[in-house]
């Protein structure tokens, strides 16, 4: 066998089966297959200055629209393959959201970095967000992706906390009077969830 073909061809449904099949789940292969989404809001009390960010990690205290989930795990049958991320942000006047926009398109923002953990493990390790933007995009074609692509499909098996943590340097984001802001993160990818009558 050639070496060369062994981290090829593995779809994004098949390395979500042999991940679970490896942690003793071999019954999510049988679940519906599905588009997923999930995402996190973090309120950011001084905009522009150096930080850290935990993305995930107190989604259950928030509702809709600043988190879609209500734990940072994923549930029974659930799973996720990390096809692409994207980092953006919001802000928020009087409740209601007045602005939505790529966080890379704000001066500096580019050289954040970030590491996504599942329980303790690191499968992202201090990557930038340089090919998020639109000049370095690596999958993108259309001159204004400002989406993050890993390359590997990362998987993200159901009831193990993970975190995303995003390391922001100091930039030029500022705050209007009256203003909130939020930086976001969306983990997009194929998914698994429960189908009862395969399971049960």
Same mark, same amino acid.
């Not at 066998?1 to 390395?15: D, E, H, L, Q, Y």
């Not at 996720?80 to 939505?100: D, M, P, Q, R």
């Given at each position: 066998?050639?070496?060369?073909?062994?981290?090829?061809?593995?779809?994004?449904?098949?390395?979500?089966? &042999?991940?679970?099949?490896?942690?003793?789940?071999? =019954? &999510?292969?049988?679940?519906?297959?599905?588009?997923? !989404?999930?995402?996190?809001?973090?309120?950011?009390?001084? #905009?522009?200055?150096?930080?850290?960010?935990?993305?995930? +990690? *107190?989604?259950?205290?928030?509702?809709?629209?600043?988190?879609?989930?209500?734990?940072?795990?994923?549930?029974?049958?659930?799973?996720?393959?990390?096809?692409?991320? =994207?980092?953006?942000?919001?802000?928020?006047?009087?409740? !209601?959201?007045?602005?939505?926009?790529?966080?890379? =398109?704000?001066?500096?923002?580019?050289?954040?970095?970030?590491?996504?953990? &599942?329980?303790?493990?690191?499968?992202?390790?201090?990557?930038?967000?340089?090919?998020?933007?639109?000049?370095?995009?690596?999958?993108?074609?259309?001159?204004?992706?400002? &989406?993050?692509? #890993?390359?590997?499909?990362?998987?993200?098996?159901?009831?193990?906390?993970?975190?995303?943590?995003?390391?922001?340097? +100091?930039?030029?984001?500022?705050?209007?009077?009256? !203003?909130?802001?939020?930086?976001?993160?969306?983990?997009?990818?194929?998914?698994?969830?429960? *189908?009862?009558?395969? *399971?049960?």
């Amino acid at each position: 066998m050639k070496a060369s073909g062994i981290f090829r061809n593995v779809t994004p449904s098949a390395k979500l089966a &042999l991940v679970n099949n490896q942690l003793g789940n071999p =019954a &999510l292969k049988l679940n519906q297959g599905s588009s997923s !989404e999930i995402w996190d809001y973090v309120k950011i009390s001084t #905009p522009g200055a150096n930080q850290v960010l935990q993305f995930f +990690a *107190n989604v259950n205290t928030k509702n809709k629209p600043f988190a879609n989930i209500p734990q940072n795990q994923l549930s029974v049958g659930e799973a996720l393959s990390v096809s692409y991320i =994207a980092w953006t942000k919001i802000t928020v006047k009087a409740g !209601e959201i007045t602005s939505f926009s790529p966080l890379c =398109a704000i001066a500096g923002l580019q050289l954040a970095t970030f590491n996504l953990l &599942l329980d303790n493990s690191r499968i992202i390790k201090n990557n930038s967000l340089v090919r998020s933007n639109t000049n370095f995009s690596t999958v993108g074609s259309t001159g204004t992706n400002y &989406l993050w692509y #890993p390359d590997t499909n990362l998987v993200v098996p159901p009831q193990i906390p993970f975190v995303a943590e995003l390391d922001v340097p +100091a930039n030029s984001d500022t705050v209007t009077t009256d !203003e909130d802001t939020y930086y976001g993160c969306h983990i997009f990818g194929t998914g698994a969830i429960l *189908n009862l009558k395969s *399971n049960v």
